[in-house]
Each structure stands twice: as C-alpha cells, then as structure tokens.
C-alpha cells in the first residue's frame, strides 16, 4: 500500500491537510463540513425559504420573471441582504444590488451573485445557489471581521430566463425593440421591469462599463459531469455560443389517401431525415459541439393529408464561433442531399438568437483553480453549455464562474437538486477568490 503523506496548512483561517505524492482528484477526501467556514445548514435554510415563493405541487418553483412569485422572491432576498448590512438599490434594469463598503478609496465594486427567476415547472437550484452563495460569502465575512478594499455588490439579475434584460442593461447592450417581447409572465420585457423597480426608458443608466473591478457567478452546472467523476468544483472556461434558427422545408400538401408512396413530396419525412442526420452528424464529429431540434410543427397538420410545409428549430451551441459555422454548413449540405432526393426544398432563416461565445478571464480562472487546491477541493476546467448572465458581464469586465455538482445531471426541472456541502464547497471557493481578487490590480 502507497504510503500517503499529511500536512496541515493555514489558509485565510481554515485548516487544509494537502496530500504528498497523489493528485487532487483522487486523493483528497470529502471536506467536512466542520472544515469550512460556509455553513452548509444555512445555505440550504435560505433556498428552502426562497423555494416557498412560487411552489408548484411537484416540489418545484413557477418564479417566472416579473410575476407574483418573483417579486415576493425578490422582496425575501432584499429582506436577507438588509438583515446582512448591504445597502439595496434596485437600478433601471431591474437588477437588485446589495453594497458592502470597502476600505479603499475610489476602488471598482467586485460583483457577484446570479438570478432567482425560474422557468416554468423549474427547480430550487438554477441560479438560487448563486444568490445564496453570495449571501453566504457576506455571512462569512461579517462572522470573521473581514474587510476588503474593494467595495463588493451582491447582484440578483433580472429576467435571466427570459432574455436577459438585466445583465445585457448592465452590460450597456440590451436591444431596445425587445421591451415589447411579452414574457413567461403575460407582461412585457418592460412592464415587467417596472413592475421590479426599474425602468426601461432609462436603462443606459444600468450600464456599468468600465467600472466594475471584476464578475464571479457561482451555479449548479446543470450537467452531469462534475458528478459521474466525482469532482468538487468545476472551472468554467468559458460559456458557449448559442445559435437559433427557424428551418422551413417546403414539399407538396396532397391528399394523404389517394397519393401513391412514389413521388410523394413530403416535407416531414424530408425534416425527419435531416433531423436524424442533424443528430448522426453532431455526434460523429470531434469536439463538444452540440445541435438541437426542439420545436417542430407540419402544416396543414391533418391526419390524411401529406405534410406540404414544416417548420422546425435548430439550435448550435458550442465555445468556437468558427464551429458553430462549420457545423451548420455540414447541415446545410446535408439538406440540400435530402431536398435533391425527396424533391423538396430547405430555407434556414437568419439565427433569431446569435449569442457569442464567452471565454472566462483566464486570471479569474486561475484564482478559483488556486482556491480549490488550497482548500483541498478537486475541480476540473469545463465549459458551460448553457447561457448565463455572467457571458454578458464578461463582456465589460474580467469574468469568472464556479460550477457545483448537479444531482443527475438534472436542471429546469422539479428534481434538480445539489447537496448542501456542494453548495458550502462552492460558497467557500468563491469567498477565498474574492478575497484574491481583492488583492488583484487589472490593467
């Protein structure tokens, strides 16, 4: 048997045994509790009082943004922010911000925190534990007297789930047209911003370009990975682009009775040859890249007449622009294989959704790497396949994110679940790179 060797280190108060001669993600056993200066037993407290705004039956939340629920939601956050000693302000963009002073003088505001709005028949986690954590990171300094140079804003974004208004405010690119866009909510993008307190004919007023010192947003990682290795923390390195676009296929509507099988031109059996080969393809290729159909509807849509025009969805995602492009072009070409062999016709409408890839500051990504080594976490660096409001913060200031374990990989569902040490695990990674990033001078 491998003789493994102890020592114990002292990192910002908290004791940390660091194992000789074995690698971190295999050798170091579960923190416990105890160890940590999060408490795992208040972080789950508060997303137990936070999941009981928009309750459904299934042990999930229906927290659309600007509903009821939402604004209850909102009201209990302000509430625990207060009882912490922040100074709330809500800006324009409908985004509430909780301040703690620093000792320096005119230094840029460290931000941090994530969303509380749900989708509907959504979970507790999505965005909860980013708003908790960040909470938690006050509770912790608070206890230990700690003060920062830099002063630091706890934010709770606006709308995350429904295109956000609060993060693209603050990021000073929010699209003025989309303030008519009605919401999950039955409200518009800007009845629902002054429904929050904002104010969407002075959203300019939320852009805090060039004076924010830098963005860390904790979050579940709605994915698997983190859990099926066996892994603490997970490193984004960046969030991918995403693409949407509308597809038509175009064939001949005809009587789904009397028209012989030859010759048929149907326009979703040609969809649902593309759609398997969207699938095939994606997957043969090298890399993460991902492409979805989601949506698809047959028109005239009776059930004896042959489809003559259908529409579907198709979404690309991944962290390389040029991949994205490069797989679409292999579905477009495979269209055009299939719209020659079945004598139907394939029209890809401009993306209705085109969202750059957002790469982490690669120094963010190394404090939170550090934080975990000292701490004794194992992490991993990963992508995140899904959108956050922290692509749009890193468009305007040096941006990090911290991924916690998914329980099956669940997400935007009833059953998403992280467990409260995971939780603890993230709020302590965080806490110690804040104080890191104090410390840090950006050019």
Not at 63 to 73: I, K
Not at 132 to 161: C, K, Q, W, Y
Not at 319 to 327: N, W
Not at 359 to 384: C, H, K, N, W
């Amino acid at each position: 048997m491998q003789k493994v060797t102890i020592r114990t280190i002292k990192f910002k108060g908290l004791l940390v045994g660091v194992l000789a001669g074995l690698t971190l993600a295999t050798a170091i056993p579960a923190v416990a509790e105890t160890s940590l200066d999060a408490s795992a037993a208040r972080m789950e407290s508060r997303i137990k009082a936070l999941s009981q705004f928009g309750r459904n039956a299934d042990g999930g939340v229906d927290r659309v943004a600007y509903s009821e629920a939402d604004l209850a939601g909102r009201a209990f956050i302000i509430e625990e922010m207060k009882k912490l000693g922040l100074s709330v302000s809500i800006d324009t963009a409908g985004n509430i911000l909780g301040k703690r002073e620093g000792t320096g003088v005119d230094l840029d505001p460290i931000l941090f925190g994530s969303h509380i709005d749900s989708v509907p028949g959504g979970g507790n986690y999505d965005g909860d534990v980013g708003v908790i954590g960040a909470l938690e990171v006050i509770s912790i300094m608070n206890e230990n007297n700690t003060s920062t140079r830099h002063p630091l804003e706890v934010v709770v974004f606006s709308d995350e789930e429904g295109g956000m208004p609060g993060s693209l405010g603050m990021s000073g690119r929010f699209d003025l047209e989309l303030f008519d866009t009605e919401s999950h909510s039955g409200f518009t993008i800007g009845e629902g911003v002054a429904r929050l307190g904002g104010d969407h004919r002075l959203i300019d007023e939320a852009a805090r370009s060039g004076n924010v010192h830098a963005f860390v947003e904790l979050h579940i990682e709605q994915g698997g990975l983190l859990e099926q290795k066996g892994l603490d923390i997970g490193v984004v390195e960046g969030i991918v682009g995403i693409r949407w676009w509308k597809v038509t296929a175009t064939g001949m509507a005809n009587h789904g009775g009397t028209t012989p099988m030859p010759g048929r031109r149907d326009a979703l059996v040609a969809s649902a040859r593309l759609i398997a080969a969207i699938n095939e393809k994606t997957t043969a290729m090298e890399g993460r890249q991902v492409a979805t159909v989601g949506k698809i509807q047959a028109f005239p849509g009776a059930p004896n007449v042959i489809p003559g025009r259908v529409e579907f969805s198709l979404e690309i995602r991944d962290l390389d622009s040029a991949r994205i492009q490069q797989v679409f072009e292999m579905i477009k070409a495979e269209a055009d294989l299939i719209a020659a062999d079945l004598e139907v016709s394939f029209d890809f409408d401009a993306p209705t959704m085109d969202l750059l890839p957002a790469p982490t500051d690669e120094r963010l990504r190394q404090l939170i790497a550090e934080a975990a080594t000292v701490l004794g976490f194992s992490y991993q660096l990963m992508p995140s396949g899904a959108g956050h409001d922290a692509q749009n913060l890193a468009t305007i200031t040096p941006t990090g994110m911290i991924f916690v374990p998914s329980r099956g990989g669940i997400s935007h569902s009833p059953q998403e679940y992280t467990a409260p040490l995971d939780m603890a695990r993230g709020a302590q990674v965080l806490y110690q790179t804040i104080l890191k990033l104090d410390e840090q001078v950006f050019e």
